[in-house]
């Protein structure tokens, strides 16, 4: 069962927890204005995914992924936490990063496909390794 509550929860707190740490970098550097405008992001991404409903689809997708692998030991074998971590540490700092909350969701769930893609493949190889 997807826990769509529990992954809003989740990525609105690890947004909010990487503005308060981009914060302190504008404390750190005032002059690199991208900190200003990673935190400002940051904020605001928290304040959209926690305002999502349960229905959102990006959010069911994630929720989704992690249900199916996590029992499979999915955590121990790949870098979704990292890369989800890299993604919203990244929001809104520069060019290249995602800028708006839909841009943001929109990496999160092409990442969260590509690594269940990966997993499912490794998970293949090894079954028909044990043939």
């Given at each position: 069962m ?17 503005a ?13 204005v991208?900190?200003?405008t ?6 605001q ?5 926690a ?6 689809p ?5 929720a ?5 692998n ?17 993604l ?8 290249g990063d ?5 841009e943001l ?11 269940l893609r ?14």
């Open positions: 997807t826990d769509v509550p529990l992954i809003r929860e989740m990525l609105a707190s690890s947004c909010e927890s990487s308060h740490w981009r914060t302190g970098k504008i404390e750190q550097y005032p002059d690199d991208r900190n200003r990673s935190a400002v992001a940051l904020k991404a928290a304040r959209d995914i305002g999502l409903p349960d229905d959102d990006r959010l069911r997708h994630l989704d992924v992690v249900a199916v996590v029992g499979d030991g999915w955590s121990e074998n790949n870098d979704y936490a990292e890369e989800e971590s890299r919203i540490g990244r929001h809104g700092f520069g060019r995602t800028q708006t909350t839909d969701l929109a990496a999160l769930v092409r990442m969260a496909s590509e690594t990966r997993s499912l493949e490794i998970d293949a190889e090894l079954d028909r390794g044990e043939d």
